[in-house]
């Protein structure tokens, strides 16, 4: 029996290694399942960080913290309906296919599941199997997959909450120098005076704005992404990421504020579009920087 299992995985990553559709599938897959996770993450995160902050709040003003007798973290509680607190059965909780099952109701009150769930799985699915295409099996698609799917999470979290959490952030930027000690996207040189670099150019925008507007434009968040960014992709793309950014973001937000009716005054994310902008940074960025160079 040992030996049998000992065989299925040797095969599997045999077939990993030698068929880049079987690798593309596989990582198309486990991307969909990821992104089902990615859903708790986006939901539970930001209320695991109100409730450490009325915690620490508690303690500093009363000398005692908080202290929550029902566990709420990214395991439990069990995912349940937010109308009739229904919990999701395990069929019920298939990626994007559940939600084509159900027609997008719960399945005990009918209430509407919102499309993103779906979404976010079919996103982080696609980007997925994009990225495994794009480097072909071995260590930066690894590296590339972990990479996309903090994006990703990062990505609706500022959405929702204008938050760019620590917890994912800090992990990003160690992680990136980690995967850069052998070059996998960059040297471990251009990897650490990207973070740096990233950290600090959008620290001074952020203080330059502040001295000129006399109010703030942007969240410390942003710093530490745009290092992370810089810690996976070196300083030489960086200026590529801040141009594509700022373009995206200027045209949205030029877009709601015209079409949407999005008050002037009503502060836009930045986060997504420094995602967006490195994550065509990490696929096409040496292409497109040689390109621009040529001309």
Same mark, same amino acid.
């Given at each position: 029996?040992?030996?049998?299992?000992?065989?299925?995985?040797?095969?599997?990553?045999?077939?990993?290694?030698?068929?880049?559709?079987?690798?593309?599938?596989?990582?198309?897959?486990?991307?969909?399942?990821?992104?089902?996770?990615?859903?708790?993450?986006?939901?539970?995160?930001?209320?695991?960080?109100?409730?450490? $902050?009325?915690?620490?709040?508690?303690?500093?003003?009363?000398?005692?913290?908080?202290?929550?007798?029902?566990?709420?973290?990214?395991?439990?509680?069990?995912?349940?309906?937010?109308?009739?607190?229904?919990q999701i059965r395990a069929w019920e909780n298939i990626?994007?296919?559940?939600?084509?099952?159900?027609?997008?109701?719960c399945s005990h009150c009918r209430a509407p599941i919102?499309?993103?769930?779906?979404?976010?799985? /079919?996103?982080?699915?696609?980007?997925?199997?994009?990225? /495994?295409?794009?480097?072909?099996?071995?260590?930066?698609?690894?590296?590339?997959?972990?990479?996309?799917?903090?994006?990703?999470?990062?990505?609706?979290?500022?959405?929702?909450?204008?938050?760019?959490?620590?917890?994912?952030?800090?992990?990003?930027?160690?992680?990136?120098?980690?995967?850069?000690?052998?070059?996998?996207?960059?040297?471990?040189?251009?990897?650490?005076?990207?973070?740096?670099?990233?950290? *600090?150019?959008?620290?001074?925008?952020? $203080?330059?704005?502040?001295?000129?507007?006399?109010?703030?434009?942007?969240?410390?968040?942003?710093?530490?992404?745009?290092?992370?960014?810089? /810690?996976?992709?070196? $300083?030489?793309? *960086?200026?590529?990421?801040?141009?594509?950014?700022? *373009?995206?973001?200027?045209?949205?937000?030029?877009?709601?504020?015209?079409?949407?009716?999005?008050?002037?005054?009503?502060?836009?994310?930045?986060?997504?579009?420094?995602?967006?902008?490195?994550?065509?940074?990490?696929?096409?960025?040496?292409?497109?920087?040689?390109?621009?160079?040529?001309?």
């Open positions: 029996m040992l030996r049998m299992l000992v065989f299925t995985e040797t095969s599997t990553m045999y077939t990993l290694m030698t068929d880049p559709i079987y690798f593309i599938f596989a990582s198309t897959i486990l991307g969909l399942l990821i992104g089902s996770f990615l859903n708790v993450v986006i939901h539970r995160l930001p209320k695991m960080m109100e409730r450490e $902050w009325h915690a620490q709040c508690s303690e500093m003003k009363n000398g005692d913290a908080i202290s929550s007798a029902t566990p709420y973290n990214l395991a439990v509680p069990r995912s349940a309906c937010p109308s009739c607190g229904h990626p994007v296919l559940s939600w084509l099952i159900l027609h997008g109701r919102s499309p993103r769930y779906p979404a976010v799985e /079919a996103l982080t699915g696609l980007l997925s199997g994009l990225a /495994a295409w794009h480097f072909g099996f071995g260590p930066a698609a690894l590296a590339a997959l972990v990479f996309v799917w903090a994006l990703i999470a990062l990505t609706f979290i500022d959405f929702d909450t204008q938050l760019l959490p620590d917890s994912i952030t800090q992990p990003l930027i160690w992680l990136g120098l980690l995967f850069n000690l052998n070059g996998v996207f960059t040297s471990l040189d251009s990897a650490l005076i990207g973070a740096v670099a990233g950290y *600090l150019a959008l620290w001074s925008i952020y $203080w330059l704005f502040k001295l000129i507007a006399k109010k703030e434009g942007m969240g410390y968040g942003d710093f530490k992404l745009l290092a992370a960014i810089g /810690a996976w992709l070196g $300083w030489q793309l *960086l200026p590529l990421v801040i141009l594509l950014s700022s *373009l995206v973001g200027a045209a949205i937000g030029v877009s709601l504020i015209l079409f949407a009716g999005h008050g002037r005054q009503v502060p836009i994310p930045f986060g997504p579009y420094l995602a967006g902008g490195g994550l065509i940074a990490l696929l096409w960025g040496k292409q497109i920087t040689q390109a621009y160079l040529g001309l």
